[in-house]
């Protein structure tokens, strides 16, 4: 460990000095936390939608990741100089990048140049991994991209959990991941997956990822709680990677006979609208899988991504 | 050399090592900051290992290396720094036990800051008796039940003893406890705390393995530690004077030692400083027989001599010193011993007839019978495994297999593509295996299946797939099928009900971990259809 990881941990822990007190106290605060916490959505904003097609043989997974950003106006169009950036992608499970059961380790790489390029005092990656942390870090490929980037990787520790109020119609008050409340502006960074419940795991569904507790009874009623969670967790921009996607065997996969490969990103900042088209990848009709309509519903954004700024990207 | 500065020596030598050792514990674990070059493992599955080399003191330790060999035929990896140690013992005594064993410095350690008895009750204590000799009767036991082909060598190996003891029932221990002392200061609403709370966490985590671990019955292995440590109470390295089996194995191949104890009779003043100096209880004052075997070459009576009655000094003259006092009863009792243990170890059934459906042995374990002629008990892989699902056994193997690591489904899982258990086992009872063995299913560690009145859906309670979601094989062994059933009150439930399926599950366990249902999981793994049996098998033609 160099002396830059140092300074890394001594900022961050004066980082949460900030924010300790006010988190501690969030339990027993009669007001949404959301509000103070996250960064205000974009609804009054005007939605857009980009995809970013990479056509020609060989062409850079990270060139096409600024693609889709310059089309969207740019990174410093969401992150601030002297920005402390959370990138959420899913790396929870302990697969090489080849089996798309985790983010692409190269886009995630670009997202963070990215970041450090618009002038971001800081960049964290943050997932509660499913599988052992270590090995998800260093099969999935993040933490080389944290090593040669030098992004944070933070370790999901058990200190690292706080109970917060959800507000969700299902889950109240929940254990949440507090790097990601805690960010300037947060990155949702999912892959696109074949889930066997909610028939596919996108952008919303990786909110799942930025809580603990005994997560897995959120799969008895998996679209409502994907909402409440996504209406807590709301990021500056999701940028969905489909450049390898997971058809069948999902969310895990493991071979490479259930990948697909789409050469894709999809960057919107409305949630449901990047879901939306995320699922037409899949061959589906969005309003048929019930969080992408529930969040329609819910006004969290839209799965009617026509009415949107659309831009399309092609390398 | 002067006596104090052999003594110095000693000290030092005795700290490098004990701290060597506690180093390679807290090592003994995945570090938080592996690396694999993601675009070199683009289509290829890596194993990732350890780099230190974490099973050191066992390849230091003749014990293992000669108990491996009667009882498995196996030659064990760096066996090397065995022969070392025997061939150093051969030249300076039991110089191990003096200079390099970390259990004996403990021993060492606790005697001398609060020793037995005081002045002369000490002298008194530290004559030799009978009772010295119950270690030769261990030692003989262990090897000869080795050859019968039963090893439990670990039960009272010191090497094995002291590892479990700090890597099972000490780390855990504190671990645990410091760690509720950080929730408990995370949950105040004072900022100080809170911030010291997270700072302790970062920088202790690591000594405690990230993820303060757990082992059941593991109380045991801790209250016989510190009874051991309360043993100096009565006699000064008790352990070493009385029961240890390698002290005992080194005291015989010292027979032939070359540095040697030489008494000036005429210099003795007979104070016996000595003798109350001689943890060993060797017998150094001048008019008796030196006992070598006995001698932990502390050089404590050298260093305590005010005549210089004593010294040390190399004999070359081929002058055979006194053999080990074992006695014709503790050979013939102990032979007795080791010949009948394997016996009533297995009287039971456990290896024989039927195995406890619960003894899940971890992946790359060889066949039962084989594996109890290696495992040393010592607790390397559960240590070492990164979920914690590897745990002492107690009555699961039966007597015979005591402490021998098997998993618990509800305490951790097999992760998929994870090779650490077999890369670090010191003999080679959990074989090296890589990756592609677990993927490609030669190695599977049992079969799940689904208790239905348990399951949400399949009891009509509503919709779960979290057993299927978290499978690891593709295509995955546990397949869902959409029906209605029957609800509570009356109503028609959609659910998508798991089934198993056989021919593809390797009883990770990852199902039966993260089911909902807690403490007795509706999916649960039990060790039938595990490749390393010839016999445990469903399916015609599995294997």
């Given at each position: 460990m160099n002396m830059k990881r140092h300074m890394t941990r001594r900022e961050s822990i004066k980082r949460l000095a900030h924010l300790s007190g006010g988190i501690a106290l969030t339990g027993f605060l009669p007001w949404p936390v959301n509000k103070v916490f996250s960064a205000t959505p974009g609804q009054a904003k005007k939605?857009?939608?980009?995809?970013?097609?990479?056509?020609?043989?060989?062409?850079?997974?990270?060139?096409?990741?600024?693609?889709?950003?310059?089309?969207?106006?740019?990174?410093?169009?969401?992150?601030?100089?002297?920005?402390?950036?959370?990138?959420?992608?899913?790396?929870?499970?302990?697969?090489?990048?080849?089996?798309?059961?985790?983010?692409?380790?190269?886009?995630?790489?670009?997202?963070?140049?990215?970041?450090?390029?618009?002038g971001a005092k800081k960049v964290r990656i943050a997932d509660n991994t499913i599988h052992d942390a270590r090995r998800c870090f260093a099969i999935t490929g993040a933490g080389m991209v944290a090593k040669k980037t030098g992004a944070e990787l933070i370790f999901p520790r058990s200190s690292l959990m706080r109970k917060m109020k959800l507000r969700g119609s299902r889950l109240d008050v929940w254990p949440v991941f507090v790097p990601i409340v805690e960010a300037d502006k947060v990155i949702n960074l999912p892959i696109a997956k074949h889930h066997s419940l909610s028939s596919l795991t996108l952008g919303m569904k990786n909110w799942i990822g930025a809580v603990g507790g005994s997560r897995w009874s959120l799969h008895q009623d998996i679209h409502q709680t994907?909402?409440?969670?996504?209406?807590?967790?709301?990021?500056?921009?999701?940028?969905?990677?489909?450049?390898?996607?997971?058809?069948?065997?999902?969310?895990?996969g493991g071979s490479p006979s259930d990948v697909d490969t789409r050469n894709t990103l999809i960057l919107s900042n409305d949630p449901v609208a990047a879901d939306a088209v995320a699922s037409i990848l899949f061959?589906?009709?969005?309003?048929?899988?019930?969080?992408?309509?529930?969040?329609?519903?819910?006004?969290?954004?839209?799965?009617?991504?026509?009415?949107?700024?659309?831009k399309k990207v092609v390398l | 050399v002067k006596a104090r500065h052999l003594v110095r020596i000693r000290r030092t030598s005795q700290g490098f090592f004990l701290i060597l050792f506690l180093v390679l514990l807290v090592e003994t674990r995945l570090p938080e900051d592996i690396y694999l070059n993601y675009s070199s493992v683009f289509s290829t599955e890596q194993d990732i290992s350890l780099e230190w080399p974490v099973t050191f003191f066992f390849q230091l330790d003749p014990l293992v290396f000669l108990s491996s060999l009667f009882s498995g035929y196996s030659i064990i990896k760096g066996f090397a720094w065995a022969l070392g140690v025997i061939l150093m013992t051969l030249f300076l005594g039991r110089i191990f036990c003096g200079f390099i064993c970390p259990f004996g410095t403990l021993n060492h350690l606790v005697s001398w800051v609060r020793p037995a008895v005081k002045g002369q009750d000490m002298v008194k204590a530290n004559r030799k008796t009978p009772g010295q000799k119950v270690k030769y009767f261990i030692l003989i036991s262990v090897l000869a039940a080795s050859v019968m082909g039963l090893n439990l060598t670990?039960?009272?190996?010191?090497?094995?003893?002291?590892?479990?003891?700090?890597?099972?029932?000490?780390?855990?221990?504190?671990?645990?406890?410091?760690?509720?002392?950080?929730?408990?200061?995370?949950?105040?609403?004072?900022?100080?705390?809170?911030?010291?709370?997270?700072?302790?966490?970062?920088?202790?985590a690591p000594v405690f393995g990230y993820g303060y671990q757990a082992f059941q019955a593991a109380w045991i292995i801790g209250i016989l530690f510190l009874f051991v440590l309360f043993l100096n109470r009565i006699r000064p390295r008790f352990w070493c004077r009385f029961l240890c089996p390698l002290g005992a194995l080194l005291g015989i191949f010292s027979r032939f030692t070359l540095?040697?104890?030489?008494?000036?009779?005429?210099?003795?003043?007979?104070?016996?400083?000595?003798?109350?100096?001689?943890?060993?209880?060797?017998?150094?004052?001048?008019?008796?027989?030196?006992?070598?075997?006995?001698?932990?070459?502390?050089?404590?009576?050298?260093?305590?001599?005010?005549?210089?009655?004593?010294?040390?000094?190399?004999?070359?003259?081929?002058?055979?010193?006194?053999?080990?006092?074992?006695?014709?009863r503790a050979v013939l009792t102990g032979l007795l011993g080791g010949v009948s243990l394997p016996f009533l170890g297995k009287l039971d059934g456990r290896v024989s007839k039927v195995s406890d459906p619960r003894l899940i042995r971890p992946p790359g374990s060889l066949p039962e019978k084989d594996f109890l002629t290696l495992c040393q008990r010592c607790g390397?892989?559960?240590?070492?495994?990164?979920?914690?699902?590897?745990?002492?056994?107690?009555?699961?193997?039966?007597?015979?297999?005591?402490?021998?690591?098997?998993?618990?489904?509800?305490?951790?899982?097999?992760?998929?593509?994870?090779?650490?258990?077999?890369s670090v086992c010191p003999t080679g009872a959990i074989r090296p295996f890589s990756v592609e063995e677990k993927i490609q299913r030669p190695i599977i560690i049992g079969s799940a299946y689904?208790?239905?009145?348990?399951?949400?859906?399949?009891?009509?309670?509503?919709?779960?797939?979290?057993?299927?979601?978290?499978c690891p094989t593709s295509p995955k062994a546990i397949y869902l099928i959409n029906q209605v059933v029957p609800g509570p009150k009356g109503k028609k439930v959609?659910?998508?009900?798991?089934?198993?399926?056989?021919?593809?599950?390797?009883?990770?366990?990852?199902?039966?971990?993260?089911?909902?249902?807690?403490?007795?999981?509706?999916?649960?793994?039990?060790?039938?259809?595990?490749?390393?049996?010839?016999?445990?098998q469903i399916l015609l033609g599995s294997l």
């Open positions: 939605g857009f939608i980009v995809e970013g097609i990479g056509r020609t043989k060989g062409y850079s997974t990270k060139a096409l990741v600024k693609g889709v950003f310059d089309a969207a106006g740019g990174m410093q169009k969401f992150v601030s100089k002297g920005d402390v950036v959370v990138i959420k992608p899913n790396i929870s499970w302990a697969r090489a990048p080849h089996l798309a059961a985790t983010t692409n380790p190269e886009v995630l790489e670009g997202v963070i140049e990215l970041c450090q390029e618009a994907i909402v409440d969670l996504a209406r807590f967790f709301k990021p500056a921009i999701t940028l969905i990677d489909a450049t390898r996607i997971l058809t069948s065997n999902g969310p895990s061959g589906l009709d969005p309003k048929e899988i019930a969080f992408i309509s529930l969040g329609h519903k819910w006004r969290l954004g839209t799965y009617d991504f026509h009415s949107l700024d659309q | 670990g039960l009272m190996d010191p090497i094995s003893f002291l590892f479990r003891s700090i890597a099972l029932a000490v780390v855990p221990g504190l671990g645990t406890g410091l760690r509720e002392l950080f929730n408990l200061m995370a949950q105040i609403d004072f900022k100080p705390f809170n911030l010291l709370s997270y700072g302790a966490e970062v920088f202790l540095l040697r104890l030489e008494k000036d009779e005429e210099k003795c003043t007979d104070c016996k400083l000595c003798v109350k100096a001689c943890q060993g209880a060797a017998s150094p004052v001048p008019g008796q027989t030196w006992e070598n075997a006995e001698c932990l070459m502390c050089f404590n009576c050298f260093d305590s001599c005010p005549e210089d009655a004593l010294s040390f000094s190399f004999r070359w003259a081929p002058k055979i010193n006194n053999g080990p006092d074992m006695g014709r390397l892989c559960m240590k070492v495994c990164p979920t914690n699902v590897i745990n002492p056994t107690l009555s699961e193997a039966g007597m015979a297999g005591f402490w021998t690591p098997h998993l618990i489904m509800t305490q951790g899982y097999c992760e998929y593509t994870c090779t650490l258990c077999g689904v208790d239905r009145g348990r399951c949400l859906p399949w009891s009509g309670n509503g919709p779960c797939i979290v057993c299927e979601e978290h959609r659910v998508q009900l798991p089934y198993v399926d056989l021919k593809t599950c390797i009883g990770c366990g990852i199902c039966e971990n993260k089911c909902p249902v807690k403490g007795k999981p509706a999916i649960r793994v039990i060790a039938v259809g595990e490749s390393r049996s010839l016999e445990n």
